[in-house]
């Protein structure tokens, strides 16, 4: 019988292609997927991994393993899945990823919300971008993540992912409080055409959303952190879009307004659709969409 947590190190070291990539997706030591992999062989009876120069390369037999086991975690997961439905209880582990600002905003108030109801769920959460997130919940590392887009740049989600919208989140523009426009409750952005911007760094999403949505913007600074992003503003440095989730602590010396049209991200949650009914998933999307209420 092929062990399913050795497989999914298998599916790893191929996702990434290398022990030390497998061990950094799965939360692991370099040492526990090399453990595993010789496991793994000794099962099977072949070799799975040779060495490449200085790294390793899976051989024929693996890469064949690899394929099959994706089916064979899938099937798995369906069982579990239906047992766990059958039983009812919100129990296990669970692994959820977040962008950063979700990790700050909902995080926090939806994992008491598991403790207290169901202390029986362990759930670990990790800081992930949508592009490292979503991945690795179709390759059954992840089974929760949650990710962004914008309603005119929707983010395709790997095949066999499901997802479900948590909250349209806001954003306004952060100003100094001693800018000219800084008493206004609402401007339109072509109000700030002559402004210095603080944005985020190149290969962000939000960078390329910013870029699209102020073309003409002269970003002057950038940071991934709003906290640092707002301290910027509150020095005078130039003004920023940010979002309103997650945002606080606002420095004393920061006004807000609102934007005309207001820009819009959607915050959702993707899951394996095979596993959509599990009542973990579901308790735990439940708890994320309460802490996302205003």
């Not at 999403?205 to 640092?228: F, I, S």
């Amino acid at each position: 019988m092929l062990n399913l947590e050795r497989l999914r190190v298998l599916r790893a070291v191929a996702a990434t292609g290398s022990v030390r990539g497998a061990a950094a997706t799965l939360h692991v030591t370099t040492s526990a997927v090399s453990q595993q992999m010789g496991r793994l062989e000794r099962e099977i009876g072949q070799r799975l991994v040779e060495r490449n120069g200085r790294g390793i390369r899976l051989t024929d037999a693996a890469l064949l393993l690899s394929e099959h086991a994706g089916a064979l975690l899938a099937q798995a997961e369906a069982v579990e899945t239906d047992l766990a439905r059958y039983r009812g209880a919100v129990v296990g582990e669970l692994r959820l990823a977040a962008f950063a600002t979700a990790a700050r905003g909902l995080l926090p108030a939806a994992l008491r919300a598991l403790h207290d109801r169901y202390p029986a769920l362990r759930v670990h959460t990790a800081e992930q971008e949508p592009d490292v997130a979503l991945p690795a919940v179709a390759a059954g590392d992840l089974d929760l993540a949650i990710a962004q887009d914008w309603p005119e740049s929707p983010l395709a989600v790997p095949d066999g992912l499901g997802r479900t919208g948590l909250v349209d989140d806001v954003f306004d523009v952060a100003l100094p409080a001693q800018h000219p426009l800084a008493d206004r409750p609402a401007l339109d952005l072509a109000e700030l055409a002559d402004a210095d911007w603080i944005g985020w760094p190149a290969g962000q999403l939000c960078h390329d959303w910013l870029r699209r949505t102020v073309p003409d913007a002269e970003v002057r600074h950038t940071a991934g952190e709003h906290a640092t992003q707002l301290a910027f503003v509150a020095a005078g440095h130039g003004v920023a879009l940010l979002p309103r989730l997650g945002r606080d602590p606002v420095p004393a010396g920061v006004r807000f307004a609102a934007v005309r049209p207001a820009p819009v991200r959607r915050i959702f949650a993707a899951w394996r659709s095979a596993a959509a009914r599990q009542p973990a998933i579901r308790a735990t999307f439940a708890a994320l969409r309460a802490a996302a209420r205003p």
